[in-house]
């Protein structure tokens, strides 16, 4: 490849004078040195080494973008590989990413050079910013050098773990790059694509579907898990990624559910009673098992199926063609017959588009409309022809109307098709009578009126469509005599004409046609026949090959039935074509001379002449040229051009009996779990305890190793044999318990602690123990109605979070709310209950889902999976001075941080200030000015403060949103009279909330944060600050986070994430007699490295 | 999936290639050259090659071939719809997509195709996504960039890369704050020689140019929505509420794009604008007549306007003598065509032109008549009937400006004759 490349682009600058670059005209002016140069490429060369050599941002850039120009144009500039390589350092951007361009396109030739710009990537990989992570990652797996296949591979592993969706993005289009580099990997590949199919987000969903295609497309099994999550994302998914989804789900959906059209009579159930309740389904597949397969069985469809169908349904009215192609081709091949219509007016829309789209959306209608006539029938109008259509557009559409023509609509379409055939585009007219042969062969009714038309086209001045019409003609009686021997005089006027035209028709297969014909019906012409024969023979010699074997016949068939009067002129034929050049016709003179005029023995066929001659023929089938198209998946390359495309996979059969649909069991369908699913409830109570929490972070990073532990739990058992049981019984006591709780909340919130206890203790159980999980929970279940005595002493050790979901499923009251905000920092050291689990602020949604969106929302994209956040442990009273008493002429303000959820915006820090008027005379007005803040940053300003009276003081609560950064906010606080410009500084502690995590889960952030992200330190502490009250209470006072429980001793973990972006903090402190060590991590450095020495200093200091 | 991509121009200089995998030779085209030149026109080269080892897939527009190399199955019509986009985005971005301006703009072109695909996959294809990418040049930022030494490469992912809806960026702020709504229907419509309708259908847009500050959400509703039952929404429409209230509610993107796209079919009945009468004949030796007039029809009042008529006559004609009384024509002697401009409609006095065709001597009368292409326009009408009820605004604070226009024009609209 390499040296290929190198021979082109020496080529092309032999080709054409260098001048013509795209960048020398515009860079002449700039740059006088460059024109004088440009006879010579070398030398030009040198002086963009020169410009790339200097030190000025400017210069660079203007050289890098010559360069892309050449390389824009095609012309080689590889030999500059060196000079620009050093270059991929550069802190300007714009030259960096031109760097980045040169070198995707170059590193492949210069491999060893390319080696040089690997660090740099690999430091790029590590940088906070997530756009220079991905575009590293980019370049390192786009310049396709395989010594650095470790390196891709380590950097792709890494990067899918990665906080940016952004990044996993990134990652998955890498996967390809390196396994085209080397299919050896394959294996690892998977694992990764594995990880990403598990990724919740929308970005990711496409491009780690368009790896698993490129990469793995047989491994139908890593879809099972995460097929109904596509299913539901696919709305949300972008348009490009909806389309391979769309693809990569109709193989899955023919593989995996039986076919619809089964059996003809579908079963029009409404999608209501599909999804009634999953407890109906589970018991109808269930007896489908038992059934055996009774083949009397009426369909019905897999839900999952359904769900499929349902979900792609709105995506046909997507302004992407393609996507709606897609999803036209999935209900042609996977939809009950009787729902495929529906797509038939997407499919016209998208004909009013380019008309590339219109073209292949046009041959997709073409075979569709073969099997499915009626789809298309209303919209017969449509596929009239313009004039201005291009030929192969009009082909297309004169190809559908054929196949949509019937008793009731031919004749408009024959009306239309007498238009096209005065048209001025002859290949169009010409196929248009075919078509009209074709209309005429499969409506019997109309084959007279057409032959007629067809006869009176014949007199046409056009030559092609006379010799088209011929053909059709001949075809259609050759047609008709075999359905009607009886009749042996009909169309002999045809024929008659037809043989009368014999001489003046030029074109080489209508003269053939004619002479066919009169050979083959020369009976019913039996008075012309010989003399046509008389002519052609005169004219033998001048003929097109095709003509005379055509007279040959001719000549043969007459001499059999008349010999009397054609033996002669058969001979002298026979004699001509035994000279001819052609060896075919040489050939075919010599064989039929054997048999009609035999000589002195006689051969054994002479006798048999007749019968070989004059059969009755088959007649010829005129059929849709799209007949057999559908043997390839429509909307594929392969379907357009009617041949196997390299990369093609055949579209699978419906399996007689579908597969286990068990296997799509694993995760909980979100959308309805509120509605009805009681057996999705059940099941977050036994084994998918963590999942609730998970499922409300749609868009969270990482996919948890305990979840995939449950599923695997439940894939295991039969546990949805017992659920199923059990939810009834369920269902009832929720219904006990939610009366329970109109009459008492207080006492209904007792319980449901005692209750979530409960819960954990068994998650800890199923956990630890999976094997005899399943009948424990059983146990636990039926006795849920007691409360347990256990709650208080087991310890929630994991799953906080998930309890959380439950509660807030079984409508959690204020009160329990009130209850556990108020808990002290004391009681959660102790560990019982870490804080608040639901959400403080969100419990009053009574609405299960609606809680679950809103917390889905506050997670937003970057934070991690289970995580919620709660309320601050610890309110510093800790004031700041913001205007001094002097300086403000008697008013003084101080803040402080209150570490409450701003109610302006989630993203702000509450500030309460405090105003204090000493002066003598009331101040009036107070309230902010100008704002100088840095980019990101925003205030809420508190409202204004009409007067403030004569040593009064008021306090007054605004937001700010520091945007993580340790900049401080400039305002100006006006007064009636003054103005002062004010400052307002937050330490890092206070940008950050409180979140409630289990202890894996924060060693698994912290495994992520690891490197820059991470920094360490140890304190000597005084010795009174040992104990874990106190330790905590140092990590309270500088910064708003919550205490992780965790079962290491002397090891203490809290958990917060910055108020703004949303990056996770996370301090831990190891004891180790007075030393201990400090350890945070943050995505944010600046925060990490600030709170780490806040920390210090407070573990340092003595009371 | 797609793999190179190669931009050539009508003389046939490929000016400008692009490799997403590894460099795939330019003279690939050839097997393209080959194909193109079997076409009678641009636009009848068929947009799926097959050669033995590569397919190119090509759309024509603007005067310029975009061709796609690809090498593996693919659905074409991703490939097809990308070309358009990477086209659209050309438009976008520098006013007009022609082969001048692409060459004029080549870094930015460069990079943006650099951007929009990753591994031959689409990674950014979204306007704003783009725009906060690389900004798009204009006199002014030159000016800022070279005083500041910024270049038009952004440094950090734009925040709609990750949202919800990628389609608008954050911290827009404008001090004119003003959404316009183009409602454009276009009339595609047969009508045979005695003037009755062998099908017409409607093609309507709804083009939106909304700047407006913040996050603002933005309901619309339509008198008569039962009109719309075919339609294709941008993105950020919420399609549930569509199905369910029948209003249009959406965050829009920054600046222009296409809200929606409607598709009144055949079977409704389409009011047709204009008439046609027309008396064309040829006769033996001489040559023929030409006489056709226009007037208006179903205008709901509304004057007619930039009416043109273009007629391509068969080859066998030579030249034309006609004499209109209402606006100009030319005949095109090469592709043997008429272009007949009106104007305006003025129903007093209806325009009408006539006069006589000269044939080629000896060659046969032609058969058929010329199908004439009709072009107008008219303001303020969409010939649908479809009407805006009222635009609502959520999420912000201020008083928007609010436009709507409607225009209903030709499309293939085209007299039998």
């Known amino acids: ?736 318990e939610e009366d329970e709780e109109d009459e008492k909340p207080k006492k209904k919130s007792k319980k449901v602690e005692d209750e979530e206890d409960e819960e954990s203790s068994e998650e800890v159980d199923s956990s630890e123990e999976e094997e005899s999980s399943e009948e424990e929970d059983e146990e636990e279940e039926s006795s849920d109605e007691e409360p347990q005595p256990k709650a208080k002493s087991t310890k929630a050790k994991t799953g906080a979070t998930s309890n959380a979901a439950m509660l807030l499923d079984l409508d959690l009251t204020m009160s329990l709310g009130d209850t556990l905000v108020n808990q002290d920092a004391e009681e959660a050291e102790v560990g019982s209950t870490v804080a608040n689990p639901a959400a403080v602020g969100k419990s009053d949604f009574l609405m299960p889902v609606l809680a679950q969106d809103m917390s889905s929302l506050s997670l937003g994209g970057d934070t991690g999976g289970s995580t919620t956040v709660t309320a601050p442990s610890f309110i510093p009273t800790k004031t700041y001075e913001l205007l001094n008493r002097i300086t403000g002429g008697g008013l003084s303000i101080t803040y402080r941080f209150t570490r409450t959820v701003s109610i302006f915006s989630e993203k702000m820090a509450s500030v309460e200030l405090t105003l204090t008027n000493s002066s003598d005379k009331p101040v009036l007005n107070v309230k902010i000015g100008d704002k100088k803040l840095q980019s990101g940053m925003e205030i809420f300003d508190f409202p204004e403060i009409g007067n403030l009276g004569v040593g009064a003081t008021v306090t007054a609560t605004m937001g700010i949103n520091f945007a993580d950064t340790t900049q401080p906010a400039t305002f100006d606080v006006c007064t009636q009279e003054k103005k002062f410009s004010v400052t307002v500084k937050a330490p890092v502690g206070e940008q950050i909330q409180p979140v409630n995590m289990a202890e894996n889960e924060f060693d698994k952030q912290q495994g992520k944060l690891s490197g820059m992200n991470e920094n360490s330190g140890t304190v000597d502490m005084a010795t009174e600050n040992t104990d874990i009250k106190t330790i905590s209470r140092r990590v309270y006072e500088v910064a708003n986070v919550v205490q992780v429980p965790s079962m290491q001793d002397n090891t203490y973990k809290f958990a917060g994430k910055t108020l703004s972006a949303g990056a996770l903090v996370l301090i831990s402190v190891k004891l180790d007699g007075r030393k201990a060590a400090l350890k945070v991590n943050c995505e944010k450095m600046v925060i990490g490295s600030m709170l780490l020495k806040d920390l210090k200093d407070s573990m340092t200091k003595k009371d | 999936m797609i793999h190179s991509l190669f931009i050539i121009n009508n003389a046939g200089d490929v000016f400008m290639e692009k490799h997403w995998k590894s460099v795939i030779n330019r003279s690939i085209c050839d097997y393209f050259f080959e194909v193109q030149s079997k076409a009678a026109t641009p636009e009848d080269v068929p947009p799926v090659i097959s050669t033995p080892h590569h397919y190119l897939i090509n759309i024509y527009r603007s005067q310029l071939h975009l061709v796609a190399v690809v090498t593996t199955e693919v659905p074409p019509l991703f490939v097809i719809e990308f070309l358009h986009r990477v086209m659209d985005t050309f438009e976008d971005y520098f006013g007009d997509s022609s082969e001048a301006t692409i060459k004029e703009q080549y870094v930015v072109v460069y990079e943006l195709l650099d951007e929009m695909l990753d591994n031959g996959f689409p990674l950014a294809m979204e306007a704003n996504i783009l725009k906060e990418l690389i900004k798009p040049s204009n006199i002014l930022r030159t000016i800022a960039n070279t005083m500041t030494g910024k270049s038009n490469v952004s440094g950090t992912l734009p925040t709609g890369q990750l949202s919800n809806i990628p389609w608008r960026r954050t911290g827009v702020k404008y001090t004119n704050n003003e959404a316009y709504f183009d409602i454009i229907e276009e009339v595609d419509a047969i009508v045979d020689k005695s003037g009755s309708t062998v099908a017409a259908e409607i093609q309507g847009r709804v083009d939106a140019t909304v700047k407006l500050s913040g996050m603002p959400d933005l309901t619309l509703t339509f008198m008569n929505p039962r009109l719309l039952d075919d339609l294709s929404f941008h993105p950020c429409v919420r399609f549930k509420r569509w199905e369910a209230e029948r209003v249009i509610s959406f965050v829009p993107p920054d600046g222009s794009f296409r809200l929606m796209s409607y598709h009144i079919g055949t079977q409704n009945l389409v009011a047709i604008p204009v008439y046609l009468r027309h008396n064309i004949s040829f006769r033996e030796g001489s040559g023929g007549r030409f006489d056709v007039s226009v007037g208006p029809k179903q205008t709901m009042g509304k004057t007619v306007e930039n009416v043109s008529l273009e007629v391509p006559f068969p080859k066998s004609v030579l030249n034309v003598t006609l004499t209109p009384n209402v606006g100009k024509y030319t005949f095109d002697p090469v592709n043997k065509i008429m272009v007949w401009e009106i104007g305006r409609i003025d129903p007093t006095k209806l325009p009408n032109i006539r006069g006589s065709i000269s044939l080629q001597s000896g060659a046969p009368i032609p058969e058929s008549n010329p199908t004439i292409s009709v072009n107008f326009t008219i303001n303020q009408m969409a010939i649908s009937g479809l009407k805006v009820n009222r635009l609502d605004m959520y999420g912000e604070k201020y008083k928007p400006f609010k436009g709507v226009k409607y225009i209903t024009k030709a499309g293939k609209f085209q007299v039998r004759t």
């Open chain 1, 1 to 736: 490849m390499a040296s290929n490349g190198g021979f082109q682009n020496s080529g092309y600058n032999n080709d054409r004078p260098p001048s013509s670059t795209g960048s020398g005209d515009a860079d002449v002016a700039t740059d006088p040195a460059s024109s004088s140069f440009f006879m010579n490429d070398y030398k030009k060369h040198d002086d963009l080494k020169q410009m790339l050599d200097t030190n000025k941002d400017n210069l660079k850039l203007e050289a890098m973008k010559r360069i892309i120009g050449m390389v824009a144009k095609g012309k080689d500039a590889s030999d500059l590989f060196p000079a620009v390589v050093k270059n991929v350092v550069s802190k300007n951007l714009e030259v960096k990413k031109l760097v980045y361009v040169y070198l995707t396109r170059y590193a492949e030739e210069q491999q060893d050079l390319a080696l040089l710009s690997i660090s740099t990537f690999q430091r790029a990989l590590k940088d906070p910013n997530q756009l220079i992570r991905a575009s590293a990652l980019r370049v390192l797996s786009s310049i396709r050098v395989p010594v650095i296949v470790p390196i891709m591979m380590l950097s792709i592993k890494e990067s899918c773990n990665d906080m940016s969706p952004y990044v996993r993005k990134t990652a998955a289009h890498a996967i390809p790059k390196l396994f085209s580099l080397d299919p050896e990997l394959k294996d690892q590949l998977i694992e990764v694509i594995e990880k990403l199919l598990a990724d919740k987000t929308t970005l990711v969903a496409g491009s780690a579907i368009q790896a698993f295609e490129e990469v793995c497309p047989e491994r139908i099994d890593l879809i099972h898990k995460n097929y109904r999550k596509l299913c539901n994302l696919l709305v949300d998914v972008e348009e490009w990624g909806q389309v391979v989804i769309i693809n990569m789900l109709t193989r899955y959906a023919r593989t995996q559910f039986v076919n619809p059209n089964r059996d003809d009579m579908i079963e029009e159930e409404s999608e209501k009673a599909f999804y009634g309740s999953d407890e109906d389904e589970e018991k109808e597949d269930k007896e489908e098992e038992e059934d055996d397969k009774p083949k009397k069985k009426p369909y019905v469809m897999d839900p999952d199926h359904r769900l499929l169908l349902r979900n792609c349904k709105p995506l046909l009215n997507s302004r992407n063609a393609a996507v709606v192609m897609a999803v036209a081709q999935l209900y042609y091949h996977c939809a009950p017959r009787a729902e495929v219509g529906m797509v038939a007016k997407s499919l016209i829309r998208l004909l009013r588009s380019h008309k590339e789209v219109q073209y292949i959306v046009l041959s997709n209608i073409a075979t569709m409309s073969v099997k499915r006539k009626g789809m298309f029938e209303p919209f017969l109008k449509s596929f009239y022809v313009h004039s201005t259509d291009p030929t192969h557009v009009k082909l297309l559409k004169l190809e559908i109307l054929t196949n949509l023509g019937t008793e009731t609509s031919i004749s408009t379409i024959i009306r239309e098709f007498q238009t096209y055939i005065t048209s001025t585009d002859k290949e169009f007219a010409a196929a248009t009578i075919q078509a009209i042969g074709r209309c005429a062969s499969t409506i019997p009714e109309i084959t007279d009126t057409c032959l007629n038309g067809l006869v009176r086209l014949m007199s046409n001045r056009d030559e092609t469509v006379v010799a088209e019409s011929v053909v059709v003609i001949k075809k259609l009686l050759q047609m008709q005599s075999t359905d009607s021997v009886s009749q042996p005089q009909e169309h002999k006027d045809i024929i008659v004409h037809m043989a009368k035209m014999a001489q003046d028709i030029t074109v080489p297969m209508a003269r053939a046609s004619i002479l066919w014909m009169i050979g083959e019906y020369s009976d019913r012409v039996p008075k012309i026949a010989p003399d046509v024969l008389r002519q052609c023979a005169k004219n033998f010699i001048n003929e097109e090959d095709i003509v005379k074997l055509q007279i040959l016949n001719l000549a043969a068939k007459l001499c059999i039935t008349n010999s009397k009067q054609t033996k002669l002129l058969c001979q002298y034929v026979f004699n001509l074509a035994k000279y001819d050049q052609n060896y075919d016709i040489r050939d075919r003179a010599r064989f039929l001379r054997q048999l009609i005029i035999p000589g002195e023995k006689a051969g054994a066929f002479a006798k048999y002449a007749k019968k070989m001659f004059l059969a009755t023929k088959p007649a010829p089938v005129l059929e849709s040229k799209f007949k057999d198209r559908d043997q390839f998946q429509l909307a594929t390359l392969s379907h357009v051009l009617n041949t196997k495309a390299t990369g093609y996979r055949e579209i699978p059969d419906f399996p007689e009996v579908a597969p286990d649909p068990t296997v799509r069991n694993v995760e909980v369908p979100t959308a309805w779990v509120a509605d009805t699913n009681l057996l999705a409830q059940k099941k977050k109570k036994k084994g998918g305890k963590v999942k609730p929490a998970k499922k409300k972070s749609f868009y969270s990073d990482e996919e948890s190793e305990e979840d995939e532990d449950e599923e695997e739990e439940e894939d295991s058992s039969d546990e949805t044999d017992s659920s199923e049981e059990d939810s009834s019984e369920e269902e009832e006591e929720s219904e006990e």
